[in-house]
């Protein structure tokens, strides 16, 4: 309820600030597990993702957050869960996986941060992870600013990323991390002009 309140309210809010056009809305899948993949250029861009998206999403977020009595209770009522940066979280592995096998949506930065200069940054392999431990489409996510008022922000949806030639090498999650960023990365091409 209050998840889709804040989409709402959050939509609104961010249209008229920063003019949001979505594009490719209807590459994502209306059923079945969805990984969704986005670059990372503001702290805007979980909710940015969040209310441009046809389906509800959870996202990790990092844990310190949680620990914060008011930014905590609302990322738990806003689909998110808690992930440990800087090492291998068993515990966010599983729910990411067991979202996906309910047929959830997961929101995944692959980046781990925001770009500084705002170009796209080599992916964490976690990414790579969850799109082969899963059955997930893997739809990439290109968001174009800047985030400045009354200036137009494009948020890209690609058509899901074909793994299929992919996994007959037997890649490591890495490598399909790198694909991964590789449409993510020919997404903000076509669209940056």
Same mark, same amino acid.
């Given at each position: #309820?209050?998840?889709?309140?804040? +989409?709402?309210?959050?939509? #609104?809010?961010?249209?008229?600030? &920063?003019?949001?056009?979505?594009?490719? =809305?209807?590459? *994502?899948?209306?059923?079945?597990? *969805?990984?969704?993949?986005?670059?990372?250029?503001?702290? &805007?861009?979980?909710?940015? *993702?969040? $209310?441009?998206?046809? %389906?509800?999403?959870?996202? #990790?977020?990092?844990?310190? @957050?949680?620990?914060?009595?008011? $930014?905590?209770? @609302?990322? +738990?009522? /806003?689909?998110?869960?808690?992930?440990? %940066?800087? #090492?291998?979280? %068993?515990?966010?592995?599983?729910?990411?996986?067991? /979202?996906?096998?309910?047929?959830g949506?997961?929101?995944?930065?692959?980046?781990?941060?925001?770009?500084?200069?705002?170009? $796209?940054?080599?992916? /964490? !392999?976690? !990414?790579? &992870?969850?799109?082969?431990?899963?059955? !997930?489409? *893997?739809?990439?996510? !290109?968001?174009?600013?800047?985030?400045?008022k &009354? =200036?137009? /922000?494009k948020?890209?949806?690609?058509?899901?990323?074909?793994?299929?030639?992919?996994?007959?090498?037997?890649?490591?999650?890495?490598?399909?991390?790198?694909?991964?960023?590789?449409?993510?990365?020919?997404l903000?091409?076509?669209? +940056?002009?």
């Amino acid at each position: #309820m209050l998840y889709k309140f804040a +989409k709402f309210v959050v939509y #609104m809010v961010f249209k008229f600030l &920063f003019r949001i056009k979505i594009i490719g =809305k209807t590459n *994502v899948p209306k059923e079945g597990p *969805v990984i969704v993949c986005s670059n990372h250029i503001s702290n &805007f861009d979980p909710p940015v *993702v969040g $209310i441009t998206c046809p %389906r509800d999403i959870n996202f #990790m977020a990092k844990e310190e @957050l949680f620990e914060k009595k008011g $930014i905590g209770f @609302l990322l +738990k009522h /806003l689909n998110a869960f808690p992930v440990k %940066r800087g #090492m291998r979280d %068993r515990n966010a592995l599983r729910n990411g996986l067991g /979202l996906l096998e309910d047929g959830g949506t997961l929101g995944l930065f692959p980046e781990g941060t925001r770009s500084k200069d705002g170009n $796209i940054k080599k992916g /964490l !392999a976690g !990414a790579g &992870f969850f799109a082969m431990r899963s059955n !997930a489409t *893997v739809i990439p996510c !290109a968001i174009i600013g800047p985030y400045e008022k &009354f =200036k137009p /922000l494009k948020v890209i949806y690609g058509e899901p990323v074909e793994f299929e030639s992919l996994k007959a090498e037997k890649p490591s999650a890495q490598e399909v991390t790198d694909e991964i960023m590789e449409n993510i990365q020919s997404l903000i091409d076509e669209y +940056k002009k």
